[in-house]
């Protein structure tokens, strides 16, 4: 069940671990998750098939982006404690009982691998809905066992947990008068409240971010919640004054439409404030002028000739593919662009954006948006971890090869850094309710 990942010992065990010169063989045995198993109390058996493999699946990650022994042993043992137990129950056929908008399957969890620079390793994280016993009935908006889970680590003293903001946040978008609230008398079901986590290392412990989906309604859209909810902590915001202007006023911006709002469980004079936008347009030209906030943020040449670079590769685009022309149509809930808009209260003049690129609806395969990428992470000297993770997919890819599956990675998201660079991230879903799972006893 776990990796065959075998990692050498390092001379200081928190070190990570250099890339092997060799293909890593994943595939999961007993050894590594078992012998820590063996420590702990009996549970559930949902929390345990969650321990057995989405833990594998951690450990698989883990060990390939050269995480340390000792990180590794931390990030699973908070796995196992914490989360876990609090993914609701294992999937047994490939309709969920609880239809998490975490992934377009429904699973209630999403990995991310965050590239570094030259040969810097990865960093791995996850996020989940932590979903509870009575999620869709006494609990309709399943945000029970976020709350409980929330309140628990903070009991812990979990170091830097601060969660004066999301009582805020939550009150604010999910509490009484708002269309969520008012959802519940009518029975109507849909995720509200996510959860992510940064993995520990000796540098900094781990980071824990909250994410809250408003109820759209009629005359009280999800994105004037999310303005209002930030103006009643945070009035006046430039940032947010400038992305309000730019949603209004330019011909790209009024296709984005806001849905999410994301903070980290921190100090609010250090927690960002991200706001997840979607437009249905696909055009890099679009991406283009969204990335500048409407041209308003300057000198990005270099940075937007790398993003489209990165942009035709990952979706198997022509060279010669217009900028103006769109993506071939898609009518998936989830389909068009993704972005978020840090407007944090920092005094910045305009808001950062990250762009997610969306292989899942519009890439030819995973295997086509996975060698896309590897091609731009080489061309740039970044290409350190690139065989770990390729192999990583293969992994995760249920009863698929990487040329057949088209979801294992869902977005490949990118941000500008200060010296013009593409801050890259994949994300990767494990499918779980994916038919695969179900035939010959995977699911079991």
Known sequence: MSSSIIITSAANANEKVAPPMVPLELSFDPEVLDSLAKWFHPRSADGDWWWEIMGGHLETMLSAAGYSITDQSIALLFFYHWVSPRLGPRPTSSKADWKSFMTDDHSPVEYSWKWGFGDDAPAVRYSIEPIGCHAGTRDILNQKATCELLTQLHRSRLQGLDLDWFNHFKH?????????????????????????????????????????????????????????????????????????????????????????????????????????????????????????????????????????????????????????????????????????????????????????????????????????LVQYLNSQGRGAYTQQYLETLETLAIGESMSESNGVQTYISCAYNNSGKLVITSYITPQFYHPHWFEGGLGN
């Open 172 to 372: 604010a978008l999910l509490g009484p008068g708002t269309p969520a609230f008012k959802s519940k008398a009518a029975n109507l079901s849909q995720s509200t409240l996510f959860m992510s986590f940064e993995i520990a290392d000796a540098a900094r412990p781990v980071g824990v971010k909250a994410y809250f989906l408003p109820v759209d309604a009629p005359g009280n859209s999800s994105s004037e919640q999310i303005f209002r909810a930030i103006a009643s902590t945070c009035p006046n915001l430039v940032a947010v004054n400038q992305l309000q202007g730019f949603l209004c006023d330019d011909v790209h911006g009024r296709t984005i439409r806001p849905f999410m709002l994301g903070i980290d469980c921190v100090s609010s004079t250090k927690s960002r404030l991200k706001i997840y936008s979607r437009s249905r347009a696909t055009s890099f030209d679009m991406v283009r002028r969204v990335m500048s906030v409407g041209g308003q943020r300057r000198g990005l040449e270099e940075a937007e000739k790398e993003l489209h670079q990165l942009w035709k590769l990952t979706l198997g685009l022509p060279d010669d593919f217009p900028v103006n022309k769109e993506l071939p149509f898609n009518s998936h809930e989830t389909a068009g662009v993704l972005f978020y808009f840090d407007v944090a209260p920092d005094k910045r003049a305009l808001p950062d954006v990250k762009v997610y690129i969306p292989v899942r609806h519009y890439a030819p395969s995973d295997e086509v948006s996975a060698n896309g």
